[in-house]
């Protein structure tokens, strides 16, 4: 009585979820309705089941439920039913002592064996996989990984150039449409990957190879004369040297700066401010690795230039 989803009726019964027999009953306007019938541990993967049913189909209402199975939903099943196509997933073939409803409210059948008791037409795979299912071909464990779609490649065929009267010529003169291809490499999603992967808790990290700028030139107390003498200088030698730079000279606190700096990522930070000038030590920053180098003013160029060609090499090891 009132348990209708499959951890309430498992739980009552005290089976696991893996011996319900989940249904889904979907219908089309001017089509012949369908029950779909999944394992309870598993849920349909709906792209594919539309490559079977078509798109026309959508989960049916409770009103559509209650006119063709004379119950509630969450008390549907398939035993009995033989005025509505079936259609299931091959883990339910060949199952026994199953449970699923019994198209009558707060009732549920124990002990279904699918052969003998549902009129099933067809059997696919329709389920979303899970992590530790067989592979179907090597049988090993299947795992689960996020990722990042960096490429793609499209098989057009002849669909487009038939339509657009792209022929060539074959070895006996006759003309035949040209076979396309699509191939992508997305600048956005080479940004996102490059982010996804090397960044971290306090922004990005950009690889040198794709920074959109190669150093973070930041100024602290930009309004003292001292300082910003200094910088002038260092932006015109690193400018000498076919650097491209951001310059922070915002008339905020150290803080914020140095945040921002790590939340945009840029491989190398170069500061300047009071105390580096009055000891001529200035820090040079690499966002990847989290190191800090001290040098005077006269070597902030040849610094650079070293640490922009070891990242660059390292992005090749």
């Known amino acids: 009585p009132n348990k209708r989803t499959v951890e309430e009726v498992s739980q009552f019964l005290n089976v696991t979820p893996s011996n319900l027999i989940k249904n889904m009953f979907m219908t089309a306007q001017g089509k012949e309705p369908v029950l779909i019938l999944i394992r309870g541990d598993y849920e349909i993967n709906e792209e594919r089941l539309r490559k079977i049913i078509g798109n026309d189909y959508q ?40 449970v699923t409803g019994a198209n009558e409210n707060d009732y549920h059948i124990k002990g279904v064996d699918i052969n003998r008791d549902v009129n099933v037409k067809n059997y696919y795979n329709i389920r979303q996989i899970k992590k530790g299912d067989r592979c179907v071909k090597c049988g090993e464990e299947l795992q689960i990984k996020s990722t990042l779609e960096l490429g793609h490649i499209f098989k057009l065929g002849t669909k487009y150039s038939a339509s657009m009267g792209a022929y060539f010529l074959d070895p006996e003169g006759k003309e035949k449409p040209i076979v396309m291809g699509s191939y992508g490499i997305g600048l956005e999603r080479i940004m996102a990957c490059a982010v996804e992967q090397k ?3 306090k922004g990005i990290i950009w690889p040198m190879s794709i920074t959109p700028f190669d150093i973070y030139l930041l100024i602290l107390n930009p309004q003292d004369e001292g300082v910003n003498k200094i910088s002038n200088e260092v932006i015109k030698n690193l400018n000498d040297a076919n650097f491209s730079m951001i310059v922070d000279d915002r008339d905020v606190s150290a803080g914020i700066k140095f945040n921002d700096a790590d939340l945009i990522g840029i491989p190398l930070r170069v500061t300047i401010g009071p105390k580096g000038l009055k000891n001529n030590k200035f820090d040079i920053y690499i966002r990847e690795s989290d190191q800090k180098i001290e040098c005077g003013k006269e070597q902030i160029k040849e610094v650079c230039l070293k640490l922009k060609e070891k990242l660059m090499a390292g992005l090749n090891v």
Do not use: C, H, R, W
């Open 59 to 98: 989960p049916a209402s409770a009103e559509e439920i209650q006119k063709y199975f004379g119950a509630e939903p969450g008390f549907i099943g398939p035993v009995g039913i033989s005025n509505i196509k079936i259609i299931a997933d091959e883990l339910l073939k060949d199952t026994k002592g199953m």
């Open 199 to 201: 960044g971290d808790e």
